[in-house]
Structures are given as structure tokens and as C-alpha cells.
């Protein structure tokens, strides 16, 4: 179990452009999520992936956001004509499907800063 | 807006203190769990608590969740400079059992 890997670490953009993120889950999980953390808050829901269908997307999730789980293992979240309200931490996490409450394996996340 | 309200937003304790962190909703939730988080890392289960009432311990650590499974608490003994984090509550609704939802987060520095 090498845990979740998310890639880059860091992202430093300018307004306008596109940035795409990496999501390498624990082998063996079949549920991926995507949230947003900013300063002072609680990580954000964004989406949810079970093996490689595409269940749930939040309202925080623009046009501008999509999110893809090609054979359900690594996921990408790219952000097109990216905004300074995009800056963020962008955390990425799995779990097993067995039950509802299972917790979640985070990575250690993606910043992203636009300028 | 987040379903989950983390009590206090800031707490800044010395060495050997006691604390205690209140997570609190109007809603429901089939489980909930607690999170550490460190700066520049993502965050990190401690615990998950499924039952009203239950109450769990691990080493200095206590967590309740309260009988009508909507609110929680965790409480910290002899607090150590290695307790310095931001404690996070994320609780599962029973309508969608694959979303956590987290509260704002309680920044706990503990002072040597």
C-alpha cells in the first residue's frame, strides 16, 4: 500500500490558462473523490467516481471543471481558463467500497495558485 | 455552506492542558468520523463512530457522538506539542452513503 499520490504538489498558473491534475488511488479502492480545500475550511466535495463511472458532481463544479476516470484506476481533474477564485488545495481520495463509512485516504493534495 | 459547525474555530493551549473540540448539525448522520490534518499534507482518520452514544478512546484521545447522532465531540488529555493540527469532523448522511461532508476545521496549537 503506497497510499495516494497526487501530482503535481504545486501548480502555479496565470488566469486563463488550463492545468490538469493527477490522481493515483490505492490499487485496490473502487471509490475516488475529488474535493477542494481553501484556507480556514473543511475540505469541499467536488466529485465522486465509482470504478470508472462518474456519479455525483457538486454545484461547485463549473463548466470549466471536468473530471475523468479512464478504466477506473488513476483520475485527472482539469481545469479550463482557469480564475484566481481557483486557487486552492486539491485533494484527491479513496476508499474501499465495502461499506458507507469507510474512511477516506487522502492524498496530500495538489496547490494550485492563479495569478 | 457546510452542514457540519466545528466549535471553536481556534485554540491555543500549553503542554499538558486538557481540551475539547465540538462538532454539531441540525442533520442526521449514519457515521462520522474525525480527521487530522497537517499543514501541506492531506488530512488523516482518527477515528469513525457509527453508534448514538458511542463513545471511543484512542490513547489521549475521546470521542463521543451524541445519541441522536448529530453532533460529536472529541477531547484531547495532557495535551502534546505533537497534538498541533487541524482537527476535522466529516459525517456521512444516511441518504448518500459514498459523501463525506466536513466541517470547517478546529486549529489546535498546542505550546510547549
Known amino acids: 500500500d503506497t497510499g495516494v499520490s497526487q501530482d503535481p504538489r504545486h501548480k502555479i498558473t496565470k488566469r486563463g490558462q488550463n492545468v490538469t491534475f493527477r490522481c493515483d488511488p490505492i490499487?485496490?479502492?473502487?471509490?475516488l473523490y475529488w474535493y477542494r480545500q481553501t484556507l480556514g475550511q473543511g475540505p469541499e466535495f467536488l466529485t465522486y467516481?465509482?470504478?470508472?463511472?462518474?456519479?455525483?458532481k457538486s454545484r461547485l463544479l463549473s463548466d470549466r471543471f471536468s473530471a475523468e476516470r479512464p478504466k477506473g484506476s488513476f483520475s485527472t481533474l482539469e481545469i479550463q481558463r482557469t480564475e484566481q477564485g481557483d486557487s486552492a488545495m486539491y485533494l484527491c481520495?479513496?476508499?474501499?467500497?465495502?461499506?458507507?463509512?469507510?474512511?477516506?485516504?487522502f492524498g496530500n493534495g495538489t496547490r494550485l495558485t492563479v495569478t | 455552506t457546510q452542514l457540519l459547525e466545528q466549535s471553536p474555530q481556534f485554540l491555543s493551549i500549553q503542554e499538558g492542558e486538557n481540551l475539547t473540540v465540538y462538532c454539531n448539525s441540525s442533520?442526521?448522520?449514519?457515521?462520522l468520523q474525525w480527521y487530522r490534518q497537517e499543514p501541506g499534507e492531506g488530512p488523516v482518520l482518527l477515528v469513525t463512530?457509527?453508534?448514538?452514544?458511542e463513545v471511543k478512546k484512542l490513547k489521549r484521545l475521546t470521542f463521543q457522538f451524541g445519541d441522536a447522532r448529530k453532533d460529536s465531540s472529541l477531547h484531547i488529555t495532557a495535551a502534546q506539542p505533537g497534538d498541533t493540527g487541524l482537527y476535522l469532523c466529516?459525517?456521512?448522511?444516511?441518504?448518500?452513503?459514498?459523501?463525506?461532508?466536513f466541517g470547517a476545521g478546529t486549529t489546535v496549537t498546542v505550546r510547549a
Open positions: 463512530v457509527v453508534t448514538g452514544g
Open positions: 466529516a459525517g456521512v448522511a444516511p441518504i448518500n452513503d459514498y459523501k463525506l461532508s
Open positions: 490499487s485496490e479502492h473502487n471509490r
Open positions: 467516481f465509482q470504478n470508472e463511472a462518474q456519479l455525483e
Open positions: 481520495a479513496s476508499s474501499p467500497r465495502d461499506r458507507g463509512n469507510s474512511p477516506l485516504h
Open positions: 442533520s442526521v448522520f449514519s457515521s
